[in-house]
Every structure is written in structure tokens, then in C-alpha cells.
């Protein structure tokens, strides 16, 4: 058998055969998009990483390498923020050709340094190889975290009411864009979904800000799309959801920019991938507290856009007319080997 | 100006201008090959990582999947040893062809199970992404260290004597036997070279030791070459170092091997690379101490191969005949980008 013929999460799956039983240090091992471990101080450890390779995850001619510095770090500290920690130490491993010039490193360090300092995080080192073919970044981040602030995707119950930060969809808008730079659009719409593209801002302070209410049952980052990410984090909590598709969030931006690709802009929400916002439940009196903390404290909006049911009911999507469909899993969500 | 032409170690000069200044939690940060971090308890966090780019370090046709997992492995384990600390937990990223079999991820995960765990450590996430050409594997690891065992490459003091455990060289034998497979020599000394090149056993005891010991003033693992990885210790140290050519530990396989092959068996321990051997100093009259602590404890001997002498003075070669060589540090070792 082949990787493609596996799938990614396939292949999760698969390896942990080959893995010893995690020692009881581990709190959160294999699966989930960070690690949680117990050191031997009072807080929590968390560790993830993101590789991004040329011409999978990004190509040259579309982000520039400062740009691109600064999403990969913005990717992680994702991670980090999504269970509710403050990222602290990042190593970065590069795989290079030779002929690679050095203003590429120097503007993907500009980029990282930035990102990095901006989530109060610093680099501490790593890795550098050649490689024959197309460049290969991978960033490391760890940060710590109060086991009493810790939230995991892990904690949905049913009754729970399911939020999520932002606009999901604009970033896909920003790939349209990239794509296709001739769509006619207005240039504050151009703007925002690029930066929302090309330099994600990570949902940092609102998730410190969610964890430490104690109100959120479980949470993730928005990367491989929302209904995609809502099945990972119902799949981890034995239970199903039922996504409200008239209260999805659709920013002006999106709709535009949909519009003009001749695309569905409730899909792109859906299903558009690399938000970096925070999908998140909550008892149903909470919403509206963690919607005022979220405002108050940092201008963020979030929207109710579904709620938690039994898990035999799978993930339903309820549309304005009273339709209710199932959502096909395969048909959505970006898998690393089975996509295009 | 391009990568190839800035070279390896240029490289991790030049980003550190992108890098806002270490906070005081980052104890030792770029330039090391480990980072030490002070976390919210009582003993150092380390973490390290190392990038394995097939067809630059590794062929596919000359190490099994089982073996490079191992290897890949050891020579993170090994960095963690050097400091003297405990490797407890590993994050992989494989970047791999869609086209790839899944019996290559199955041995490649068997073979870092097994080495992972006999280090005491486990894998506890990952990433995995597509690649278009050449598999990369890049392992993160983490461990522990209690401050008072902590030893680091700067450090070695004037008059110290240098040592090494084992015998470097071996592993430059295997590799000439990976690439010349008709070399005729004995049995024995081939499956000896061959295990010391492709299943290389980190000094994780040994590093523990010597660093309990409280008698060890600098340590880093031979990687790169005895010579080049002294040059490293040296500098990072602010001292120089006299290499005594005639101590040197030369294997019988390793003699075997380079002589079936028309080379010089102690340039192979000078410079071969890839032996995961500790290198470190002590006050002469501790290299007695520590001799016997390695030999009692783990029947691992280590020699005494030379002297730190003044900065001024540089490397220096002395032979047998009584003969002194400066070591031309672009000679040797290896960069990254400038090598062949």
C-alpha cells in the first residue's frame, strides 16, 4: 500500500502500533495538534510543529519570504493559543537548496522574528540542511500552561453551544486572490483577505482569554476548515454538532470576493481552511459572557454558529429553510495525502 | 549573494540579527546544537532538533527505514547526553512522496519506537506533509536537566586534558563500507563499522555520568568530526586546543577497514564524523576519575587525546615524531553548503 492510498490520519493511526505505551508524564500524545506534558514544574508543557513545504503548503511566486516567516510562526502560536498557553520557544529546522539566495533567509528570519517577539516568544535555535528540490521550513514551538487553564479539544458535551472567533472564509478569499490577481474587487476587500492569507494574526490573547474564563469545554484552531475541524474536535469528544449555516459569520470581504470568483461564500466559511480563528463550546448561559470578555477585553467578535448533539447524529449542517444534510466527511477538509 | 556561498555556520551568524535579544529564560540558545530554557520548575528544559534530508544525509538504498528511524534517534539523544541531561519527549515531521510505501513508515516509526524507548523517552506528535521529491525527516526532542548537572560546550578551561569516549572512525569505516561493499575485510570489523554507521548507540549513560560527576568542565558530541567538533568547543570556550595524534583510539575495524581502503585510519577518527562519541575536558587529575567512573559503570573506556592550551594558539596537531601541524579548519569538518 501506498501514502496516498492511506490518507494522513490514516497513517496516525497506523504508527501508533509502533509506539511504546505513552508514560504517564504525557497528558496529550499523538493525535491531537499539540502535545501536553507534565515537566517538573507546576506548568504544563506544550509542544507542536508545522512543516511547510514548497509548492504543497506555499509557492514562491505568491507569499513573499517575510511573509511567509511570519505565517509560520502564526500557524503554531495558533496551536499554542488554542489550548489556552503562551507560547515561549520556538527552533526552526530548514531545508534549502544551495543556490538559495540569502536575502530569502534573512526576510523568512525578518518575517519569523517579528511573529515570533509579537506572541512574546523567542527563537532558540535549530537546524539547517541542504536539500535537492524546493525548500522545506519546519518550526517547533513550545509554551507552558496552568494545568487549571489547559482546554482541549477533548470536552464538548451535548446542549453545548459552538462558537468561533472572526471570519472564518476569509482566507480562502485571500487565496483566491493569489490565484486569480485579476478578480474585480474593491481594494479594502483585496487588502484584508490577503492579510488574512499571507499573515495571519493567531487568536492568541483571545484564547489565554477564553481558557482562563473556565467557561469554554473545548477548543481548536480554525486551520483545516471549520466543518472539517468541528468533525476533530466532535470525534474527540464522542459527540455530534449541528452548524446553523444562517449564523455563520461572512465578512464583507468574503462575500465580494466569492461573488466575484463566481463562488459560494458560505462554503469558503465552511470549509476554506487556514483561519488561525478559534472554534470553541460552551454551556449555553456562557455564550453570551464569553462573547462580552472577548469584546470587551480585545475587540474581538465571536458568533454562535451551531450547538453539540448526540453523537449517533453526526455533523448536520441546518440551513435557513429548515433543510437539514448530513456533511459528507470525505468531501471536505484538506487531508495532506488524499487532496489534490 | 547566495546560501552555498555564506556557508553553514555564516548562516546562523547572519539571522541572529533578526532575533530580538534572548530572554532571560533562554539559558543557552542559537548556536548551540541544544537549547536550554528555564520552564516554571525546578530543572532545565532541553530541546533539539536535527533534519534528515534523504540523498544528502541518508540514501535509500544504503539504510533500511528500520535503521535510519534508529539513527535518527541516536544522534538527538546523543545531543542530549552531551548536556548530561534526559531525553523525554520527541515530535516528528515527515515530509514524504504521496507514492511512498507505507512499509517504509512502518519501519522508519519501529526503528525510532525502539530507540526512543530504550533512551526513555516517547514520540508524542508530529506532522506529516506531502512532498513533491526526496523524503525529509526532522525530529524534535526534549528532555530535562537538573542546573547543577548541566554541562555545556563553553567551558573548557586552560590546562584541562581532552578526552573521547570510544572509538570516532568507526562509523567513517562503515560508511566506506556502505559505498564500497567489496572491501575486503573481516567479518567481524565490517558488522562493527556497519553497526557504528548506521545503528550508532547514543552516550546517554556516559553524558549522565561524566555530568554527575561535577568533574567535567566542557562536553558536545562528535558529530561533525572530532577535530571540527573540538574547534567548536574551543571557540565556543574562548581557549585552543593540542590534539596528541599518537593517543588517538583507533578500532581494529576501523584500522582494517581504512587500510582495505587505501586511507588513513587516523585521519578517519580525526575528521570522519557521524561517531556520537562524548568529547570533553577535565582538570588533569580528574581524567583518572572519570576513567574509572565510565569503565565501572558502563565498560566504556574513554582516552585522553590531548590538551587545552591558549586561544592564541589555535588547533594544533602533535605527532608522534615530535613534528607540529596547525589544523586548517576549512580542511575538514562538515559545513553544510560548502561541502561536497
Keep these: 500500500m501506498l501514502l496516498n492510498e492511506l490518507g494522513e490520519f490514516g497513517v496516525i493511526d497506523r504508527i501508533a502500533r509502533y509506539l511504546p505505551n505513552a508514560p504517564s508524564d504525557v497528558i496529550v500524545g499523538i493525535g491531537d495538534d499539540v502535545a501536553v506534558l507534565r515537566t517538573s514544574g507546576p506548568r504544563y508543557l506544550l509542544a507542536t510543529c508545522d512543516i511547510q513545504v514548497e509548492n504543497v503548503h506555499f509557492v514562491k511566486s505568491l507569499i513573499t519570504p517575510y511573509q511567509l516567516g511570519r505565517k509560520i510562526v502564526a500557524i503554531n502560536v495558533s496551536d499554542i493559543a488554542a489550548m489556552g498557553g503562551a507560547p515561549m520557544w520556538a527552533l526552526v529546522s530548514l531545508g534549502l537548496r544551495p543556490d538559495t539566495p540569502v536575502s530569502f533567509i534573512d526576510e523568512l528570519y525578518r518575517g519569523m522574528g517579528e511573529q515570533i517577539q509579537a506572541a512574546g516568544a523567542a ?13 522545506v521550513i519546519d518550526l517547533f514551538l513550545m509554551g507552558e500552561v496552568a494545568p487549571e487553564h ?23 478569499a485571500g487565496l483566491a486572490l493569489t490565484l486569480n490577481p485579476d478578480l474585480a474587487v474593491s481594494e479594502e476587500s483585496s487588502r484584508k483577505a490577503l492579510d488574512k492569507h499571507l499573515t495571519p494574526t493567531p487568536r492568541l490573547k483571545e484564547g489565554q482569554l477564553l481558557a482562563r474564563s473556565g467557561l469554554v469545554h473545548a477548543m481548536m484552531d480554525v486551520s483545516d476548515g471549520l466543518l472539517s475541524d468541528l468533525r476533530h474536535m466532535c470525534a474527540a469528544s464522542g459527540v455530534g454538532a449541528e452548524v446553523w449555516t444562517a449564523n455563520l459569520p461572512v465578512s464583507a470581504a468574503c462575500e ?3 461573488g466575484a470568483a463566481g463562488s459560494d461564500c458560505i462554503d469558503w466559511v465552511m470549509t476554506g481552511g487556514e483561519d488561525y480563528e478559534l472554534l470553541f463550546t460552551v454551556a449555553p448561559e456562557s455564550a453570551p459572557k464569553v462573547q462580552a470578555i472577548l469584546r470587551d477585553e480585545v475587540q474581538t467578535s465571536c458568533h454562535i454558529v451551531g450547538r453539540i448533539i448526540p453523537e449517533s447524529a453526526g455533523i448536520q449542517l441546518l440551513f435557513p429553510d429548515g433543510q437539514r444534510s448530513a456533511y459528507d466527511q470525505s468531501a471536505t477538509g484538506w487531508d495532506h495525502f488524499t487532496a489534490v
Tied chains: 1, 2.
Aim: hydrophobic share 40%; glycine share 18%; no cysteine.
Design 256 to 258: 465580494e470576493i466569492a
Design 150 to 172: 489547559l482546554v482541549l479539544r477533548q470536552g464538548a458535551k451535548e446542549g453545548d453551544l459552538v462558537l468561533v472567533t472572526g471570519a472564518p472564509g476569509d482566507s480562502r
Design 123 to 135: 527563537i532558540v535555535g535549530g537546524n539547517l540542511s541542504r536539500i535537492h528540490e524546493g525548500a
